[in-house]
């Protein structure tokens, strides 16, 4: 299957469109590549008779019996080690790993193999598959149900790194990243697998249900990966954002009455760098947002993107907000969370440059 | 409270670290009585649909065929053809040749590195001739056998160790790490033991396609301590998956002797059994041995018995790599007295014994394949050597890494042909 080329937009207009929560519409989305394409394999830890720990593959075991969809052994090397043989022979596997933060026993399989594995065999062999995995804080999960190691993939020559922020994305992200025939890593903001997240942890969270980018599609459409969503546009500076700060970048722009320009990354490699220079060469100003830990975070990459191509339209040096140079606290989560303060400094402090 | 470090609490014993040690060092006299090297042919052979419990026997003896008096005994004897074991002696000798040139090539500084299998030509070539052509085998870096048994261009694997602009690697991999999807052998990494559970993941893929396909997989016992080792045997177990696992223990890892991977308490045959699957451990310099235990497993999983481990029990003969100089660090005595002696030796003297070979014949064959390698050296040559320039276009650096180059791969490539035209002007 040939990957979506960047141009190649499903036109979803007159589509008929539901109301999902982000759980259902990757459900849909897997529903929709099992069903057309055998090759698609889905695997992981509890993803079987019991759907997953986020319901995210519910009903599919039933549906499309336990040689496409099955739990396996607990074992990351294993379930990424045997993805790659799967998709050397001419499978297309989706495997789960349950928390990004246990990704780390696969990395040798990601890195060494899955993302070399087309280059070392002059395309030979290569690994079509798409690792799924939850990722990003603000649900109390302390250390180790809070990471976002984005930035480790992104470093890896061979892979591409995908996250959505609403449920019409996910659905579109995640049938073109299990299309494309190169391996993606699938990072799922789980903040906001029910509802968009302001930033406001005190409040009730809003679920998806009213949200405009909550009315999915029927059936099968692709967004290609690549290519980055305006999601507001503005003059008076660039935020470069994903995932769940998209969210709470909108809310305190919404907030502060600051004509900002929000860009939702989806793909962070390979990067949409045109969206970026455009909207930054037209605001002169750039934010870069992530949840990530801040040194070497992908905002580094971002940052360091902005100044070597947007130079003469800066007037202020790009700022990063990040979550800070710690492992991920659980009572101090709402300290360690970037949220509407940190961000709120950093647009003063970039208007007032 | 017992005070803090020396000792511990005053009246508990004292403990002490053990750390493995090879019998013999450099110099030492070889003696190497304490390994048991059983009679052939007085092995049981189970039948091929057994439990894997009724293997756990031959986890810790050692299948043997070849005897002594180099006749073919017991119920592991696969009873082949004069012919296919020609076949057979042909492809190991022919290993042989092909390394003892590629060595020189590497200290003539046509290459940067090479490896050799001396003495572990069994292990590759007889599993080879054991399994289908396109069952998919995972092999480590020291099974050229196998594309050699599966008649891959010599011409083919010189190109790849030179590096040239014939290399259809691209000369993008360091020598040896050879890939053909056309002979079902899969690209090999520089990472140890990673391609136990991808092998695994092929056979679960041809058993949910129900296909008659297996996977066989090679790796070292030094290897055997890695995760993916472990993980490996876990899915195959679990999923019955129709994999063989061929742990080549040649007794050296390098520099570290097979005990810093658990040899000293058992077997890697054994590792089977806390798995629930079945095991041989085998003489991994006996040929028919090879070859009958390779058939037998490959009979398994082809009937949906699931997996079989195999430990080829051998010795490396050479040392680890180029890079690698075994003296020392292991007495030089040992190749000399290894107990199974030399896989090529005992088919030569099989055939012999049958009335179906002699040594001239031998002598023949070895002159032939000697000039074979050669006459494929040349012609690699003339695609170039490492270093000399006739290499690929500087473009291809930057292809395959995905499948289209993205914005930032193409812009490097600019910049490494823009660097390129700097350093030799036109």
Redesign the interface.
């Known amino acids: 299957m040939a990957?979506v080329s960047r141009d190649d937009v499903v036109s979803l207009a007159d589509a008929p469109a539901r109301p999902m929560n982000m759980i259902e519409a990757i459900n849909d989305a897997l529903d929709i590549m099992l069903e057309r394409d055998p090759d698609v394999?889905v695997m992981g830890e509890d993803v079987g008779y019991f759907g997953g720990v986020f319901r995210a593959t519910a009903s599919l075991q039933e549906k499309y019996g336990k040689?496409?969809v099955f739990d396996?052994?607990i074992?990351e090397?294993?379930i990424?080690?045997?993805?790659?043989?799967?998709?050397?022979?001419?499978?297309r596997?989706v495997p789960e790993i349950q928390f990004a933060d246990y990704i780390y026993?696969g990395l040798?399989?990601l890195i060494?193999?899955a993302a070399?594995?087309?280059?070392?065999?002059?395309?030979?062999?290569?690994a079509p598959m798409t690792v799924r995995s939850p990722f990003g804080g603000g649900i109390f999960g302390g250390q180790t149900h809070s990471q976002s190691p984005e930035a480790i993939f992104t470093h890896v020559?061979?892979l591409?790194t995908v996250v959505p922020s609403t449920p019409h994305d996910a659905k579109g992200l995640l049938i073109a990243a299990i299309e494309?025939?190169?391996p993606v890593i699938f990072f799922e903001p789980k903040r906001i697998y029910n509802g968009p997240f302001d930033g406001y942890y005190d409040k009730p969270t809003k679920p998806w249900k009213d949200h405009p980018d909550a009315r999915v599609p029927e059936g099968y459409y692709s967004i290609p990966l690549?290519k980055a969503r305006t999601v507001r546009e503005g003059h008076a500076m660039t935020v470069l954002t994903y995932g769940t700060m998209v969210h709470v970048a909108e809310a305190v722009c919404r907030e502060k009455g600051v004509d900002a320009e929000i860009l939702d990354l989806r793909t962070l490699?390979?990067?949409d760098?045109e969206a970026v220079e455009n909207s930054v060469e037209k605001t002169g100003r750039c934010l870069v947002i992530h949840e990530a830990t801040r040194t070497s975070g992908f905002g580094a990459e971002l940052a360091a993107q902005v100044q070597e191509r947007c130079f003469y339209h800066l007037e202020a040096p790009v700022e990063r907000v990040t979550g800070f140079d710690t492992p991920y606290p659980h009572s101090l989560e709402w300290a360690y969370f970037p949220g509407p303060i940190r961000i709120g400094e950093a647009i003063d402090k970039l208007l007032g440059a | 409270m017992a005070k803090q470090g020396e000792g511990g609490g005053y009246n508990r014993p004292r403990l002490a670290l053990h750390v493995p040690e090879p019998k013999f060092r450099p110099g030492d006299a070889v003696d190497f009585s304490h390994i048991p090297v059983p009679q052939a042919g007085a092995q049981m052979r189970p039948d091929e649909a057994c439990a894997p419990s009724d293997t756990n026997p031959l986890c810790t003896d050692l299948v043997r065929v070849l005897g002594d008096d180099h006749q073919a005994h017991g119920p592991w004897d696969p009873r082949l053809t004069p012919d296919k074991l020609r076949g057979m002696l042909r492809h190991m000798a022919l290993t042989r040749a092909f390394d003892e040139r590629m060595y020189r090539g590497q200290r003539q500084g046509k290459t940067s590195f090479y490896m050799k299998c001396t003495g572990e030509e069994a292990t590759s070539v007889a599993a080879a001739h054991a399994l289908a052509s396109d069952d998919?085998v995972?092999p480590s870096y020291r099974q050229q056998g196998i594309l050699i048994a599966r008649d891959y261009p010599l011409l083919e694997m010189i190109n790849q160790i030179y590096s040239n602009r014939g290399d259809?690697?691209?000369g993008?991999?360091l020598p040896i790490?050879y890939?053909?999807?056309a002979h079902s052998f899969?690209?090999i990494?520089?990472?140890l033991a990673?391609q136990?559970?991808?092998?695994?993941?092929?056979?679960?893929?041809?058993?949910?396609?129900h296909d008659s396909r297996i996977?066989a997989t090679w790796l070292g016992e030094g290897s055997t301590a890695e995760?993916?080792f472990?993980?490996?045997m876990?899915?195959a177990a679990?999923y019955n998956a129709p994999v063989i696992f061929n742990v080549i223990n040649n007794q050296w890892a390098i520099s570290s002797f097979s005990g810093f991977a658990g040899a000293e308490r058992t077997t890697f045959a054994a590792r089977a059994i806390g798995y629930g699957i079945a095991g041989l451990r085998i003489d991994g310099n006996d040929p028919l041995a090879v070859y009958a235990a390779t058939r037998w497993a490959a009979d398994r999983a082809r009937s949906n018995n699931g997996p079989t481990l195999i430990e080829h029990f051998t010795y490396r003969a050479e040392g680890h790599s180029t890079s690698d100089d075994p003296s020392a660090y292991r007495s030089a005595q040992e190749r000399e007295e290894w107990p199974l002696g030399d896989p090529i030796m005992r088919l030569k003297q099989h055939l012999i014994a049958l009335g179906e070979w002699s040594e001239e014949q031998q002598q023949e064959m070895d002159r032939a394949l000697a000039e074979q390698v050669k006459a494929a050296t040349k012609e690699a040559e003339k695609n170039g050597i490492l270093g000399h320039g006739l290499h690929h276009p500087f473009h291809t650096m930057f292809e395959?890494?995905?499948?289209?180059l993205?914005?930032?791969l193409e812009e490097q490539a600019e910049q490494a042909i823009r660097e390129r035209q700097i350093k030799w002007p036109q």
Do not use: C
């Open positions: 990957t394999i040689t496409r396996t052994p074992s090397n294993g990424i080690g045997a993805a790659v043989g799967m998709g050397a022979y001419g499978l596997p026993p040798d399989q060494s193999e070399r594995l087309r280059y070392r065999s002059a395309g030979e062999f290569i020559a061979g591409k494309d025939n190169d690549g490699l390979p990067l760098i | 998919m995972f259809k690697l691209k993008r991999q790490m890939s053909s999807r899969f690209t990494s520089g990472n990673t136990v559970p991808q092998a695994v993941g092929w056979a679960m893929a041809s058993a949910i396609r996977a995760g993916d472990h993980s490996g876990t899915f679990v395959d890494v995905f499948e289209e993205p914005w930032h």
